[in-house]
T-cell receptor, first 117, second 112 residues
Framework: GAGVSQSPRYKVAKRGQDVALRCDPI?????LFWYQQALGQGPEFLTY????????KSGLPSDRFFAERPEGSVSTLKIQRTQQEDSAVYLC???????????????FGNGTRLTVT | DAKTTQPTSMDCAEGRAANLPCNHS???????VYWYRQIHSQGPQYIIH???NNETNEMASLIITEDRKSSTLILPHATLRDTAVYYC?????????????FGQGTELSVKP
């Protein structure tokens, strides 16, 4: 079946430009996460949505980062005035309502590789 | 901070069992241990999880020590396609979601 889809797959931006990264979660998944993965590092949590509500944005590195999920489905991560340190792979993950053990595994997309020049 | 520690890298011969250790001595009694793997240029993929009993699925087996301070992920017959970074994670649960805190993971190289 269809998995988590992210677009674009690659994005090159000049320093100072704004970018928007899209995530299409698996249909019916209520939870949605964004992660940032620098080269050679593990993914780092950015933000979490339950349906349209952003319940945790503690991992967003600065106020240049903004995420939304207005209808509880598709989500967009926006980065304003991009800097070179923003270069990374941005991963989106979704999960269904929790199962009997109170937690459902995350399904990740293949990410958007952002390069800021 | 990640609640788990893993070796940085491991090698395994194709067809042999790959045993990946993880230490999680600080997790509480009701915290699950989850394993994900990340193949190059792909997003992380869920493998298996457990609380205190050993678990097995079509991908792997998970052996958790009785004191729950460590666990081992076992790939019984490793193939070249199992080459990946393997993450052992104890998620934070809240608001019906699971916040995964990834560490560095173990880079497993399966060699012919």
């Amino acid at each position: 079946g269809a998995g988590v889809s992210q677009s674009p797959r690659y994005k090159v931006a000049k320093r100072g430009q704004d970018v928007a990264l899209r995530c299409d979660p698996i249909s019916g998944h209520v939870s949605l996460f964004w992660y940032q993965q620098a080269l050679g590092q593990g993914p780092e949590f950015l933000t979490y949505f339950q349906n349209e509500a952003q319940l945790d944005k503690s991992g967003l590195p600065s106020d240049r980062f903004f995420a939304e999920r207005p209808e509880g489905s598709v989500s967009t991560l926006k980065i304003q005035r991009t800097q070179q340190e923003d270069s990374a792979v941005y991963l989106c993950a979704s999960s269904p309502p929790p199962g009997g053990q109170g937690y459902s595994p995350l399904h990740f997309g293949n990410g958007t590789r952002l390069t800021v020049t | 901070d990640a609640k788990t520690t893993q070796p940085t890298s491991m090698d395994c011969a194709e067809g042999r069992a790959a045993n990946l250790p993880c230490n999680h001595s600080t997790i509480s009694g009701n915290e699950y241990v989850y394993w994900y793997r990340q193949i190059h240029s792909q997003g992380p993929q869920y493998i298996i999880h457990g609380l205190k009993n050993n678990e097995t699925n079509e991908m792997a087996s998970l052996i958790i020590t009785e004191d729950r301070k460590s666990s081992t992920l076992i790939l019984p017959h490793a193939t070249l396609r199992d080459t990946a970074v393997y993450y052992c994670i104890a998620p934070e649960f809240y608001n019906q979601g699971g916040k995964l805190i990834f560490g560095q993971g173990t880079e497993l190289s399966v060699k012919p």
